[in-house]
């Protein structure tokens, strides 16, 4: 039940912090702004930040614990 319950909480989290978000980016948009394509930007910059961070982390750390091979 523990693991049940940390994802219901991160779910519960997530979309909150989430619905926040797109609440207050709506606010900013105007009458002449194209939601479909602001939204489809806004994932793909979200998606490529996170990539690049996994990959900026993950790499030095990997190389830190299991040194080079050759």
Not at 46 to 66: C, Q, R, W
């Amino acid at each position: 039940w523990g693991g049940t319950m940390a994802a219901c909480g991160q779910i519960f989290f997530s979309l909150s912090i989430g619905m926040g978000l797109i609440c207050h980016y709506a606010s900013y948009l105007k009458k002449e702004d194209d939601v479909v394509i602001s939204s489809v930007s806004t994932v793909a910059l979200n998606e490529f930040a996170e990539i690049v961070l996994a990959a900026s982390i993950v790499i030095p750390i990997g190389y830190a614990y299991l040194g080079q091979e050759g």
